[in-house]
């Protein structure tokens, strides 16, 4: 099993390094041929707008977009989440529009009001998940497909829709693998149903 | 749901806006109408300020933060972070562009130091601050103060990317020593480096910078951008390289495709193509030390 992480800008070193700990080949993402072979697709946190652009240029947008629609596993962190959303509020920019989900960006504010927080995910088991947002963004409607995962003040933090995950907030800031291993059983299952 | 606890303002999450600019290019602006241009051209973030460094190594005088409203303007054009910068050890102008709401501020040499002496204690602040550095132990001496991002200096508004090349190879050498020494011949590194024991310790961990470190000073082309980014570099930040050039769209958008493709040299050498003029710049080894502003800062 090998677990694409789209490289263009961002926190791409994270995700890499958290996956390898757990024992998971990853491949860097940067160009339409580097999606053969792998099993799911890692979206990491960066600037939206940027990664955004970048996907077009290359040429990387409707493929991305075609292997999510043909049910491969994708998960998005904070820019990801943007990404997958078919509705993203105010803006213009290139997106996937693979999950039923209207977001506003940097909806916490500026940095200032970037935080981190232990809160529970009933989804990750017992214990809190320290999560961490960094002008994050979060879903303010999804759609009945859409099976929420953490909410917070009326606010989608974490959700699934199919094959794909979203999360405002970076586990791959932490050293908490459990997030990697929820997208890593969703990976399993698309497998074995193929 | 039980009542959330949420922190602001700590190392982590100010670390963790750095981690989210890597691979990109971040562009000094001097007008909201630039910070859109290098918005559009894919900027992961911006530096608003009043004067490149090359106008301010120009018109001499002294360089000091922005007008207030010039980066109000700019924080209301584009999404993207927005940064600042503060003279060293100047606390208030630092506080004013937390007041503001500022993403991040550069503690920068560009401008004329306001304390010869000292640094701003930065882990007093909840804003993230990047400072610049010529070798591992100014760069840790800056993360001590609390800096959450790194930027080897460089020799700002030259155009001449030689002294960026000569920082960032000094950091890489400096770590390899550190990595490469037995655990009791690390605090006699820490007294010769002028760094602090515990971040040599990590570093030693980690086999590099306990934060980000991006490049500035004097990176003009894609070809330079992608270079840094060879020589371990995170990111780049450009300043007078791209607004001085005679097509600073084109220029913007082709610097940022490099930083992200820095190992494909086809992609570097289309991008590269018909950009036309880069910024005229000056060879820094003509220069007087007098006029090197990279010996800024202690």
Known sequence: MKIGILALQGAVREHRSLLRYMGVETVDVLNPQDLHGISGLILPGGESTTVGKLLVRYGLLEPVAE??????????????????????????????????????????????????????????????FHTVFIRAPYIEQAGEGVTVLLRLEDKILFAREGNLLAAAFHPELTSDTRVHEYFLRMVATAQTSR | MPEVKKETGTFAVKKGLAEMLKGGVIMDVVTPEQAKIAEDAGAAAVMALERVPSDIRAQGGVARMSDPEMISGIQQAVSIPVMAKARIGHIVEARVLEALEIDFIDESEVLTPA???????????????????????????????????????????????????????????????????????????????????????QVKELGRLPVVNFAAGGIATPADAALMMVLGCDGVFVGSGIFKSNNPAKRAKAIVEAVAHYRDAKLVAEVSKGLGEAMRGQSVAQMEDKDKIAGRGW
């Not at chain 2, 993360?143 to 002294?163: F, L, P, Q, S």
């Not at chain 2, 190879?169 to 490469?180: E, F, S």
């Not at chain 2, 020494?181 to 007294?191: H, N, Q, R, V, Y």
């Open chain 1, 67 to 128: 292997a999510g629609r043909a049910g491969l596993p994708i998960f998005g962190t904070c820019t990801g989440l943007i990404l997958l959303s078919k509705h993203i509020n105010g803006s213009a920019q290139p997106r996937l529009g693979l999950m039923d989900t209207c977001v506003e960006r940097n909806a916490f504010g500026r940095q200032l009001a970037s935080f981190e927080a232990d809160i529970p995910v009933p989804a990750l088991g017992e214990a809190p």
């Open chain 2, 115 to 201: 304390d010869d002496v000292h640094h701003i204690l930065k882990s007093e602040f909840n804003v993230p601050f990047v400072c610049g550095a010529r070798n591992l132990g100014e760069a840790l001496r800056r993360v001590g103060e609390g800096a959450a991002m790194i930027r080897t200096k460089g020799e700002a508004g030259t155009g001449d990317v030689v002294e960026a090349v000569r920082h960032i190879r000094q950091v890489n050498k400096d770590i390899q020593r550190v990595v490469g020494a037995s655990p009791m011949e690390l605090m006699t590194i820490a007294k010769e480096f002028g760094a602090p024991y515990e971040l040599i310790l």
